[in-house]
């Protein structure tokens, strides 16, 4: 499976942005798929997820602000990024793998990111 992260970009805060994730190679419509951030000088962090299923899993730092989709039938999952703050600057990953996770390593398969940069 290959990931193709994109939709990133420089906004100002309180703007939203929506990043998607295409999947090709194979489909992903049995795969949970996620997003994960990292900020300069920091650890990777679990984002959100959302099982095949369509559950969906919040990290608590952006609940009610970010909300992760998915399109089987496009192969393509989405995170809609609300009231963008200054701290959710980040380079955004997405990611696909088997089980539902908050630990980035249990994922199989990786987007090369993205980058969201939030001005106040």
């Known amino acids: 499976v290959q990931l193709q992260a994109s939709g990133g970009g420089s906004v100002q805060a309180g703007d939203s942005l929506t990043l998607s994730c295409a999947a090709s190679g194979r489909t992903v419509s049995s795969y949970v798929m996620a997003w994960f951030r990292q900020a300069t000088g920091k650890e990777r962090e679990f984002v959100a997820a959302?099982?095949?299923?369509?559950?969906?899993y919040y990290a608590d730092s952006v609940k009610g602000q970010f909300t992760i989709s998915r399109d089987n039938a496009k192969n393509t999952g989405y995170l809609q990024m609300n009231s963008l703050k200054p701290e959710d600057t980040a380079v955004y990953y997405c990611a696909a793998g088997s089980i539902v996770s908050r630990t980035s390593r249990l994922y199989d398969y990786w987007g090369q990111g993205t980058q969201v940069t939030v001005s106040s």
């Open positions: 959302i099982t095949r299923t369509g559950i969906t």
